[in-house]
């Protein structure tokens, strides 16, 4: 019974994919089905409380199950249900023949991976949630939900601070229901698990135009980075949302590339699930939205921002108005609106504060990464030619980077008296820039070709 | 055309070959090595308790991450679903155990109120109030212990601690005949008792050549929990009670003897507690005859042909502040409804927890006599002399108020709160100097005391 709590959303995520990408391999179709999955999955959750049923195990089965059957109807009619999405050959014979076709070097790396992805698991699934906020905040909400099975109900509950716990968007939450509806006693095998999502995405996303050892270092170094393996073992929402924000930006600039469309449709829903997951994706968001406005300009692909705004706003919305009108919390938003904007206008000239806010980026953010910032910079200037063929993908990272000095400036203005004590959280938040980073570096230190052991594989 | 600063074909493999060594096989590489050491000592944090702990509960688990987790499991354990209950503020060393929202996940569903200092809403619906000596390494130990005000206690549940005894020499002595309990075989512990408790040992030991009793005993909830033995003996005019004892902590323990009047009722009497830490010190009751005389006034008995029928100790004597306990979590007495006592028995601490019950009924009188009677069997009941003093100061008799405040701190030196309650009655009466000395002492013996504070601030700004 246990495995269905993960199945079920798997199996949702796998037909999703199939709905909106159907150019994808089998392997990085599963780590899509996994986030699809459980995005959509929670999603489905909040639409039924939308709508005054309770998500018990049943109804939110059934809403599924019924949901998947019409996508595979829909997809037999359109044609797209083939098998070509499962290889011909036996998996596993294919599985041993890729092993087989590993040099050295990339078994070490592949071996490492493994062994940590299964530490990870093992932590993840051992230690109960016991990080502060995670129990505070997520987890404490999803107990709540589990028990109620109703958002309203469980924010009318007699808690203290209920308008802090209903504050963040739900997903986590809503995971951690559905797994403890099935039975989960420890709620934290979702975030391995979407760890090695993570891997397979990441390292796909690469494949399309690196050397495999390349590929897997990448995902090694990207897997092992300190803030992104240590959260996918505790319970906060920083992996899920540095997930769903890295994934849905590198799909996005896949989509620059290879023009496929179901990739900037994939862009746009996981960075919606990224607002889905914490509510600081709006500012970042709109960066990348100016950025396809340039691109659709000069490539003359004006449907591309509708595509890709159309999901985002679809689910980004959803949980500050649910707020509002559903549990009569008071609004919360990040940006400070027009009228707010205009009044802190005034304080954007004051260059002191900006070197301030940026003397606390510093101390609290470069200096924490400033392994991979040097990388990053050493890389820039080397590959300089391999730069320019990777220009928007440098856009999107100078555009993740320099919104996030200015939303650290507009913080501080709204919270002149907190800013400069949360350095951790500054850190934390940053996270959601590393895959992108470590995708850029990867994708400009590339070396074209394939290294000798591919080559005889490949012939 | 080639510009100046491109490369020949040779010299651009050349560059693009270094360049590979030295950012793919050089620094990554070696980041990638950094980055698997830190996450192999991130695995390896939790991996040496893992393996040594293959088969822990999610309790120890817990309790390995979060220092308190026991004591709040106890606190869940101790009280209803429904409880309301007040936490100390979350500051100082209080800084985890009163942060409402991690309290409120390992409570859950007993709702919260923040404590004083700050005021405390709801206290109306309040049922229970954590007890919780604080976390850190302050240096100065006045600063940890809560609450260090007075609540009404209807049951004090606090974490386990151990109680080590030995007696020696209990003896009775009326008229003639002189009784030695000890030598006649071990006390039993079925007569009276409101206690949880675990009994570690009970034995018979030799030590220097004498018997002695030894007890060591684990409670969790301690109002009384008396230990006697029977005897037969008319109550004569220089009837002595006595016994050694030698204890593992002050105040824990002491002698009760009870007297049978001729109308068949029954009343403990007590003696001082022990006042010292595991050295051997002597407890009597002396005078018991014309304390049983004065008590049998009292209550219009006949005090005729009075008997000792038992004699023994009250190891379950709980400590003077419920908070140097250090932790566990106060039933707050409400006015609920109480199971009869034995109403052949009087006894101190039935009638201070009688007393209590008809104090928050408003029924002072009822409740006065209740304490009176409870001080005059057991006159070192600091409670019984601050609830006086504090119905006395509610009557508007300051001078029977200070009276029975000036009891508390002669019985207990220690406690910040009677200065202040002494020092707030003269206040009352304008004898401001008087005041600011109680004031000034509660604040030394708490620097935590936020109403002696607010009060100086206030006395010293008026000039």
Known sequence: MLILGVLIPIVFGFVISLLITPEVRLSERLGLSYALGFGFLTLAMFFLNVIGIKFSLVNTTLLILAIIIVSLVYLKLRGRLRSSFISREAPLQKIKQNLASLSLFEKIILGLLVFFIFCNIAIALYWPVYWPDALTTYDFRAKLLAETKFIPDAASLPIAFSWIVFEYPPMTSLVHAWLYLWGWANPKIFYPLLLISLAILFYWSLRERSPRYHCFLFTLLLVTTGYIYTHATCAYANFPFAFYFGVGTIYFYRWMLTRKRGFLILGGILLGLASWVRGESELFFLGYLAILIFFSIRNRQFLAPFLFALPYFAIEPLWSAYRVHFLNFPPVSVLPGISGLLTLSQEFLNFSRWIKVTGFIWENVVVYFRLLFSLLILTTVLYAGEVRRHYFLLLILISDIVLFVVGSFVYSLLFPGKWEYVGGSSRRLFVICLPIIWYFIASITTKHGFSKTERVARS | ?463
């Open chain 2, 1 to 463: 055309m080639k510009r100046w600063w491109q490369l020949s074909h040779s010299s651009s493999q050349l560059f693009v070959r270094i360049r590979f060594l030295a950012v793919i096989a050089g620094i990554v590489l070696l980041m990638a090595t950094n980055n698997v050491v830190k996450v192999v000592k991130y695995d390896l944090s939790f991996l040496h308790f893992m393996l040594n702990n293959l088969t822990a509960s999610y309790d120890e688990k817990m309790a390995s991450k979060w220092g308190f987790y026991d004591f709040l499991k106890f606190v869940k354990d101790h009280t209803p679903p429904t409880a309301l209950i007040v936490h100390p503020h979350p500051t100082g060393p209080w800084i985890n155990l009163g942060h409402e929202l991690l309290l409120q996940y390992f409570l859950y569903p007993r709702e919260l109120e923040q404590g004083p200092p700050g005021g405390v809403g709801r206290s109306w619906m309040l049922t229970h109030t954590l007890v919780a000596w604080g976390e850190g390494k302050t240096q100065d130990k006045r600063r940890y212990g809560w609450p260090k005000f007075p609540v009404n206690v209807r049951k004090f549940y606090h974490m386990p601690s151990k109680r080590i005894f030995f007696l020696d020499e209990l003896g009775v002595i009326s008229g003639d005949r002189k009784e030695l309990l000890t030598s006649s075989g071990t006390l039993s512990d079925n007569y009276m008792s409101s206690s949880e408790k675990e009994i570690d040992h009970h034995r018979i030991v030799e030590l220097d050549g004498r018997s002695l009793e030894h007890l060591e005993l684990t409670y969790t909830q301690n109002t009384y929990d008396y230990w006697t033995k029977e005897v037969d003996f008319s109550l004569t005019p220089d009837a002595l009670i006595q016994v050694k004892v030698k204890a593992s902590a002050k105040h824990s323990i002491n002698l009760i003897v009870e007297v049978e009047y001729q109308n068949g009722r029954i009343a403990i009497f007590a003696s001082l507690p022990n006042r010292k830490m595991d050295s051997w010190e002597l407890l009597s009751i002396g005078e018991l005859y014309s304390k049983a005389k004065g008590y049998a006034q009292l209550k219009g008995w006949d005090s005729r042909e009075m008997k000792i029928t038992r004699a023994g100790v009250n190891t379950g004597l709980p400590l003077p502040m419920p908070y140097l306990e250090k932790y566990g979590v106060i039933e707050l007495e409400r006015g609920q409804e109480r199971e009869m006592p034995d109403k052949r028995v009087d006894h101190s601490p039935l009638l201070l927890s009688q007393g209590d019950f008809y104090r928050v009924k408003d029924k002072l009188e009822e409740a006065k006599m209740n304490y009176e009677l409870a001080a005059k069997l057991y006159p070192a009941s600091i409670w019984a002399h601050y609830r006086l003093g504090d119905i006395y100061r509610e009557k508007n008799e300051p001078l029977k108020a200070i009276a029975h405040y000036e009891k508390t701190i002669e019985l207990q030196p220690d406690i910040s709160w009677f200065h202040f309650a002494l020092g707030e009655v003269y206040r009352e009466e304008n004898k401001i100097e008087v005041a600011k000395g109680y004031y000034t002492r509660a604040l030394e013996l708490d620097p935590e005391n936020h109403s002696a504070k607010l009060v100086l601030e206030a006395i010293s700004k008026k000039g």
